[in-house]
């Protein structure tokens, strides 16, 4: 079983940044590729990132690539979402998801975090 925490979301200005953190329990998360999607109001949720189980290839969604980065600390047990340019499209909740041995591209896992708002203003 593997438990999920994001944090790191909130209010900022378009063009600012934000680092979301997604904080696994669990010893599995060195085995384990994760994922962020995000899910704004009216609108199905969508993957922007991924990063394989051993860290060695990535993923982005078009439209967040060359502004996000994702990252991951297995030391401690923790994966990052770096927003930087953030547009006011960026607002939604997001979310981070974990499965064992999954790759980068994947869009099925199997664990899920409660999400964290992040909200860009014009």
């Known amino acids: 079983q593997v438990q999920l925490v994001e944090s790191g979301g909130g209010l900022v200005q378009a063009g600012g940044s934000l680092r979301l953190s997604c904080a696994a329990s669990g010893r599995t998360f060195s085995r384990s590729g994760m994922g962020w999607f995000r899910q704004a109001p009216g609108k199905e949720r969508e993957k922007v990132g991924g990063i394989s189980w051993t860290g060695s290839s990535t993923y982005y969604a078009d439209s967040v690539k060359g502004r996000f980065t994702i990252s991951r600390d297995n030391a401690k047990n923790t994966v990052y979402l770096q927003m930087n340019n953030l547009k006011p499209e960026d607002t939604a909740v997001y979310y981070c998801?974990?499965?064992?041995?999954?790759?980068?591209?994947?869009?099925?896992?199997?664990?899920w975090g409660q999400g964290t708002q992040v909200t860009v203003s014009s």
């Open positions: 998801a974990a499965r064992e041995l999954a790759l980068a591209a994947t869009t099925r896992y199997d664990y």
